[in-house]
């Protein structure tokens, strides 16, 4: 008996050993990036509505309203769609409402107009 109690005395001490060991820190994540050629906070100075959505253009990248009307890029479906709407109205922009009503991005975070007297 009394080598077996001797035998378990290391196993008893080793969950002391393990709880005074110092800790290892969690890894930290990086945060999220857009994807190569959008813009993060982007919200379009004006829109048109095509019949199916409401549209704004931002550089190059075309955005539509969302149910929470918050700005989110365009699938390729439908941009397909909206580039074949433009063909029978190509003076869409000349005719665009200016966005002083729908100011969210993706996030939905509110971006104000720019300049300090509404200039777009």
């Given amino acids: 008996m009394g080598i077996t109690s001797i035998a378990a ?3 008893m001490a080793s969950p002391i050993v393990a709880a005074e060991t110092p800790m290892v820190p969690a890894a930290t994540v990086p945060a999220a ?3 190569a050629g959008l813009e993060a906070g982007a919200v379009p100075s004006s829109y048109v509505y095509d019949g199916s959505t ?4 931002v550089g190059k990248q075309y955005y539509c309203l969302n149910v929470h009307k ?3 890029p365009m699938n390729r479906t439908e941009t397909t769609r909206f580039v074949a709407w ?3 109205h190509p003076d869409w922009q000349a005719h665009a409402t200016k966005n002083l009503n729908f100011r969210k991005n993706a996030e939905g975070k ?3 107009l720019a ?3 509404g200039q777009y």
Avoid: E, F, K, N
């Avoid at 409401?54 to 253009?57: A, N, R, S, T």
């Fill in 9 to 11: 005395l290391p196993v």
């Fill in 33 to 35: 990036t857009p994807a």
């Fill in 54 to 57: 409401y549209v704004g253009l």
């Fill in 70 to 72: 918050c700005w989110v």
């Fill in 86 to 88: 433009q063909r029978s």
């Fill in 110 to 112: 509110i971006i104000p």
């Fill in 115 to 117: 300049g300090a007297r």
